[in-house]
Nanobody, 124 residues
């Protein structure tokens, strides 16, 4: 049974930092592309970042590039999202997701497994 569990969300002031973690089990972790998405009420789920299955490349949404960093620890089966210089617009529920596809792109339907999400709230 595949499990994906995010943690690390919380309340932070604008300009601050948070590090989200994602623990995975029940799958061959190192075979998957891993991504982070976020969603606010009333809006579609939005791509944030992705790291390729071979860990050779990353992709970021323009709104977070230069501020967020995705990384994985294959040995620990963990995915991380380091978020710096947070602003109010980063407030959302953040989801970790795994894709069997080599190149799922920024499309959430191409991801196969999802966590339950973790709330990030940035105050002004």
């Amino acid at each position: 049974q595949v499990q994906v569990v995010e943690s690390g969300g919380g309340l932070v002031q604008a300009g601050g930092s948070l590090r989200l973690s994602c623990a995975a089990s029940g799958l061959f972790f190192s075979w998957y592309t891993w991504g982070w998405f976020r969603q606010v009420p009333g809006k579609e789920r939005e791509f944030v970042a992705e790291i390729s299955w071979n860990r050779g490349g990353t992709d970021y949404a323009g709104s977070v590039k230069g501020r967020f960093t995705i990384s994985v620890d294959d040995a620990k089966k963990m995915v991380y999202l380091q978020m710096n210089s947070l602003n109010v617009e980063d407030t959302a529920v953040y989801y970790c997701a795994a894709a069997k596809m080599i190149s799922p792109g920024r499309s959430s339907p191409q991801y196969d497994y999802w966590g339950q999400g973790t709330q990030v709230t940035v105050s002004s």
